[in-house]
């Protein structure tokens, strides 16, 4: 089954928000670059740059606010080289960056400013008002900017958002996914835990589209370490025409963006033929499209309509016993505070290796006060064929609920006589995919509690991708519509609504093209998985 709106479009993955340091945060911004190129197509490192209304009275944050302030000296020197280091890493066609920095504000909710052509400075706004003018000033002169509202999950007047004063102008999308938490809404999973504190109601994705506000939404991971894209705390996928500044800008500010966790999930969502972010008319019949490939199992697939579950799509029961399918290897565990080095190097024999995508991890820490986080976690891999190498290093997981594996999922074609061989630091592996179809692997370097690795379950394409239609009758709006996508390994997809008789806003408007799916490699989501649909 093909898509309709994105023909001509191409899936890329990225992390708008992540911190070194440059400003207050650990390890260099070359690191940070040369982590992201590990598995993401687009990046940038942001500065911390300004907080106008910080609460200099307030005595219990006395240390707190001392340090803002050198990370804000510090980031104000550092801004050149962030500038060259950022410019210098960008190359259209294979890895996309954007210069950044981040204005806090109690009152206003903290906002990332964006500059698409890696020129700009630190604006250094006492209110929004005053920001958004100085924007529209560098607008007049051709500069393209964004102003992107992020943890707005937070309460008003607590740097959460305030949807009173948020406007589309420079802001076509809000960031509802990162470490601080998910705001999608009151009951969207991973609640804010930060000692900033809990998730407002008010400051949700849910609760804006409710008041007719028109944004997309992005995932960024907002880690402190020197790792954007840390898998499991946030990322941007965006349907593009190309790899390049100028194509991934103007899918952000078309809003054919969504908000991942972590894994890749390949997410295609229409109605009446018109992708994610647009705008339509007031028509009563809506015709609506969806097509997943996700990173893993999928345990449902939710159509929300104006904040209500429409549809509940679940994939087929039955697992094929042939063919495509992952299989995920996680490395870690053991002791917190002896640091493992890993050595994998590992083989498909008796069939292909289709595809790798990393699941990395820095040291996720998003409240640098807390304590140093020691530097950046490097990492290294390279695959030829049907053979992956990977190089990292682990310290074992932080709680018994917060992962620290670095893992790789392998996306394979084989049957029952196929095999993962190779080596993991030295020691021999030989597993038939046939095994691994029963239940995961387990293995450890030593005895009991230390360092294992666990190659998981086999996951079939049945499992993991799928295509359905559905018809739904309205009054004619205004209306809104988003997809969610849940993994059985607790990985998630939130899609930019697309609004149906909703007013302009007031930056662009959404392109309205006819097409197929495609993700970055060509391939086609849910094209092989049974089609349903629903009258």
Known sequence: MTVPGYQGLHLYYGDLHSHCDVGYGQGTVEDAYANARLQLDF????????????????????????????????????????????????????????????????????????YRDGQGEIVA????????????????????????????????????IDWGTFTSEFSPVVEIVSMHGVAVSDDAPYPYLHTMGPRDGRGTMQYGLRLGKVFGVIGSTDHHAAHPGSHGWGRTAVWAEGLTRRAIWEALVQRRVYALTGDRIALAFAINGHPMGSLLDAVPTRHLDVAVEAGDAVDYVDVVHNGVVLRRWTPAAAADADGACTVTLELGWGDRTDPVEWRVDLRVVGGRLLDVEP????????????????????????????????????????????????ALCLRLEGDASTRIRGRINDRPVDLPLAALRQGAHV??????????????RVVSRRESSGTFTLEHRGEGGPDWYYVCVRQTNHQWAWSSPIWVGAPTPASGAPSRVAGSIRTRRGRVAGARAPATRQD
Not at 46 to 61: C, F, I, N, Y
Not at 443 to 456: K, Q
């Open 43 to 114: 990046a940038s490192v942001t500065a911390h740059a300004v907080w106008p209304d910080m609460p200099e009275s307030d005595e219990r944050l006395a240390a707190t606010l001392a340090y803002h302030r050198r990370g804000f000296a510090r980031a104000a020197a550092r801004w050149p080289h962030l500038r060259e280091v950022t410019n210098a890493a960008n190359e259209d066609g294979r890895f996309v960056t954007f210069l950044s920095y981040e204005w806090h504000s109690l009152r206003y909710g903290d906002h990332n400013v964006y």
């Open 125 to 160: 706004a006492a209110d929004l008002d005053e920001l958004r003018t100085a924007l529209r000033r560098l607008a007049a002169t051709g500069a393209a900017t964004l102003l992107v509202p992020h943890h707005i999950g937070y309460r008003a007047g607590y740097r959460g």
């Open 359 to 406: 699941r990395l991890r820095g040291h996720d820490t998003v409240s640098p006060t807390s304590g140093a986080a020691g530097g950046a976690v490097l990492s290294a891999w390279e695959r030829w064929d049907d053979r992956v190498v990977l190089r990292t290093t682990t310290r074992g997981n932080p709680n018994p609920l917060t992962p620290g594996t670095q």
């Open 443 to 456: 293995e450890y370097l030593g005895g009991f509690r230390t360092p294992a690795y666990r190659f998981g």
